[in-house]
């Protein structure tokens, strides 16, 4: 039997309790046991997981959906990657060997691949970056799994960024407003964000790249292609979340004023908001907050990783 041993540092140690109580992912790391710092802690590799301790993390009226064997058919069969490599797979059969009932039949005992598969289909309508990242990187430090989900955890809110851009372009173009009005609107909203420094500036003290390959050395990437939503952590892209959201709601509630300066006066103050929060939390800037990694190399390595997992325990059986 192999075992695989985690050893937090203590300041891996410490990152983690002070991520438990300030960022709110008390459901996320319960999934471990709780040790101190330096301790040894083995896992076996033919662990599985009860069926009722995974659906925990969501909320109690949504249990009995997830709990469902159909569901768990559906999660192995939606959720296992695309490729050749499991083209011709039996889905359903293999799910067969991935779960076992328990003696009193109210439980399920899941592989970490059935496991993983469910917490992707729970991952369609709340957050679940962090527990994935538990089921994919079996051999990960906690401290590697919880910057790896800070990564991962990007690419659902800059969907939901992109979303709330194209309601306020609606917006925009429904008021008449010619493209110079437009390309001045959208180059002010990267300046109130950042305290007035242009895309290049950013791009140049930040070294941002838009591809997932870097330029050669000596170029720049060209400010003109480089979206700076996607070099958003996920706590600016919250808080970009949340201000376009009060621009839509302020604009819907008052239809007496709905003309361009209002519109640019609403984004300035809910930009402005966001750079005030940052001041009372200490930080001088929201752009401390960029990520040198564009959201399409989170993607690529995202997806290299579930390949690599589902290739290494899709064969896996526990029955």
């Known amino acids: 039997m192999k075992e695989n041993i985690l050893v937090p540092t203590k300041q891996q140690y410490y990152d983690l309790v002070r991520a438990k109580t300030t960022i709110h992912l008390y459901d996320e790391l319960s999934i471990w046991p709780n040790w101190a710092p330096n301790e040894r802690h083995a896992v076996t590799s033919n662990e599985y997981w009860r069926l009722n301790e995974l659906l925990d993390i969501i909320k109690p009226q949504d249990k009995g959906f997830f709990a469902n064997p159909l569901t768990l058919d559906m999660a192995f069969e939606q959720n296992t990657p695309n490729g050749k490599e499991f083209a011709k797979l039996d889905k359903k059969e293999l799910a067969y060997h991935h779960m076992r009932p328990t003696n009193d039949n109210n439980d399920m005992e899941l592989s970490r691949y059935a496991a993983w598969t469910l917490i992707k289909e729970i991952g369609k309508t709340m957050p679940t970056e962090f527990v994935e990242a538990y089921f994919i990187r079996p051999n990960a430090s906690l401290f590697d799994l919880y910057h790896m989900s800070e990564q991962t955890g990007r690419v659902p809110l800059r969907e939901q960024v992109a979303k709330l851009n194209d309601t306020l372009d609606g917006i925009f173009y429904s008021l008449g407003a010619t493209h110079q009005h437009f390309a001045k609107f959208n180059h002010e909203k990267i300046e109130w964000l950042f305290n007035n420094k242009t895309k ?9 790249f838009p591809n997932v390959q870097k330029p050669k050395a000596g170029t720049l990437a060209n400010p003109a292609h480089t979206q700076m939503y996607d070099y958003m952590n996920k706590r600016l892209l919250n808080a970009y979340i949340n201000a376009a959201k009060s621009i ?9 004023n709905h003309n361009y300066f209002a519109l640019r006066d609403m984004t300035y103050y809910a930009l402005h908001n966001i750079v005030a929060d940052f001041w009372c939390n200490g930080e001088t800037s929201p752009l401390a907050n960029l990520n040198q990694f564009g959201i399409k190399s989170v993607e690529k390595c995202l997806n290299e990783n579930r390949l690599a997992f589902a290739k290494k325990y899709i064969n896996e059986k526990i029955r």
């Open 248 to 256: 839509i709601e302020k604009w819907d509630a008052n239809p007496q």
């Open 200 to 208: 290049k500036e950013i791009i140049k003290q930040r070294a941002l």
